[in-house]
């Protein structure tokens, strides 16, 4: 491509902010289970560990308290043992801005009791 005045050669200058990774742990009640039946409660068995890559003074917007890990019961697994598991989604808070989860993120462990279950295990003892 050549402009009018017969000048082929365009000279750009590109700032590329320095990047950061750092690691966040996301505490046990922090990460929260959708699509639970409603008689339903749930306990996580772990906290989870994500990171974080982003524009260094990106990381100035992240309030570690607003991390949060969503798991949808909809979407688990079942271990052999009964336990379930489940890939969270990340959500840094409305304040992170220019920072990005890195995949793939860790499974969560979790307990599920339906208060029926309860009765029957208590009728038998």
């Known amino acids: 491509m050549v402009n009018e005045s017969g000048t082929a050669k365009i000279t750009a200058t590109v700032t590329v902010p320095e990047m950061a990774l750092r690691r966040y742990t996301i505490a046990k009640e922090a990460i929260e289970i959708v699509n639970l039946p409603d008689d339903a409660e749930y306990d996580i068995l772990s906290t989870l560990q994500v990171t974080v890559m982003g524009a260094l003074d990106a990381f100035d917007t992240i309030d570690q308290e607003a991390i949060r890990a969503i798991l949808d019961f909809k979407r688990l697994t079942v271990g052999e043992d009964g336990s379930y598991t489940a ?24 307990t599920v009791t339906f208060p029926e279950q309860e009765e029957e295990s208590s009728e038998g003892e």
């Not at 808070?93 to 979790?110: I, N, R, S, W």
């Open 87 to 110: 890939v969270p989604r990340i959500e840094l808070g409305e304040q992170a801005k220019g920072v990005y989860v890195l995949t793939p993120v860790e499974e969560v462990g979790f």
